[in-house]
Nanobody, 115 residues
């Protein structure tokens, strides 16, 4: 099992920045991808960014150039630096870890961007 603890959400004005962190603990051997998803009210959960053990990254188009995902492999921690935030970025952000054939999810952290 893998446990995920997220931090860093909050309320910020449009154009502001936030940094999310997610620390994985437990049986972390075999983790090959860590990332962030988000879910806004009334919408489906969507991928924001992922990073593999080889540090290959994927971003959804709407956050490219504004968000940066990074990973401290030794500490099993993934970060999401979010700059130039927009009201449409408002959502609950979930940390995700992929290990072998399983997905693990954090409890979610609220990000609210006011206009």
């Amino acid at each position: 099992q893998v446990q995920l603890v997220e931090s860093g959400g909050g309320l910020v004005q449009s154009g502001g920045s936030l940094r999310l962190s997610c620390a994985a603990s437990g049986t972390t051997f075999g983790i090959f991808s860590m990332g962030w998803y988000r879910q806004a009210p009334g919408k489906q959960r969507e991928l924001v960014a992922t990073i593999t053990s080889a540090r290959s990254t994927t971003y959804r188009d709407s956050v490219k150039g504004r968000f940066t995902i990074s990973r401290d492999i030794a500490k099993n921690t993934v970060f999401l630096q979010m700059n130039s935030l927009k009201p449409e970025d408002t959502a609950v952000y979930y940390c995700n870890v992929k290990k072998f054939h399983s997905d693990y999810w954090g409890q979610g952290t609220q990000v609210t961007v006011s206009s």
